[in-house]
């Protein structure tokens, strides 16, 4: 069965820059990973996948789900073979994608990965966000050191409280971010993330 993980947070923190570098470094022990990003806003999945003719969540949930639905709506990085990729595509997704639908998704990945990563928007009414949310192993929360970061904290401060294993981190860190007062108020921050140039330098040099 394989380890699920789910990565939400404030609006432009880098949750899916994270998601990607979660799944790369998991490839380099051997485990077959997929991520499936759930951005309704701006959906992630050409961006990944390096096309816009890649099967959707959408077009998936909108006919049956089997073993072999799932598998096809899988799109292999050719860079990273044990990396897998589904999310929304702009134009081929149904209004409403359903729980059920994404937990039977969920089960059908179990049978073949190793860790799924479920790449969440800054939306937490979604039924993406809220699935997964309450289905995964672990959650991560990443949270930008400004008025963003702080203001998505204390919307969903219960939510966040009540949920187990579940790691905070800066996102898009900047040196003069306010890094100590985001530490104190959420209890304590895991790590910090490069902010978006440095992030791009690194993934231009192949060093993600």
């Not at 309450?134 to 939510?159: P, W």
């Not at 971010?177 to 209890?187: K, M």
Request: proline fraction near 3%.
């Amino acid at each position: 069965m394989a380890k699920h993980i789910f990565v939400f947070g404030s609006p432009g923190s880098g949750k899916s820059v994270f998601s990607a570098a979660l799944a790369k470094e998991a490839a380099k022990q051997k485990k077959r990973t997929i991520i499936v990003s759930g951005d309704i806003v701006i959906p992630m999945l050409p961006f990944f996948s390096g096309n816009s003719d890649t099967v959707g969540l959408g077009l998936l949930c909108a006919g049956e789900i089997t073993p072999q639905s799932v598998a096809e709506s899988v799109k292999v990085i050719k860079e990273y073979p044990d990396i897998g990729v589904m999310g929304l595509q702009f134009d081929n997704y149904p209004v409403s994608i359903t729980s059920d639908q994404l937990l039977r998704i969920s089960k059908q990945l179990d049978e073949i990965v190793d860790l799924v990563v479920w790449d969440g928007s800054s939306d937490m009414n979604t039924v993406f966000n809220q699935t997964m949310s309450e289905n995964t192993d672990i959650s991560v929360c990443i949270l930008t050191a400004d008025r963003k970061g702080f203001l998505f904290y204390e919307n969903h401060r219960q939510m966040i409280r009540d949920k187990k294993n579940c790691f905070f981190l800066e996102g898009l860190a900047k040196p003069y971010s306010l890094y100590e007062n985001l530490h104190v108020r959420v209890g304590g921050i895991k790590g910090r993330l490069y902010y978006g140039r440095e992030i791009g330098n690194i993934c231009m040099e192949g060093g993600l």
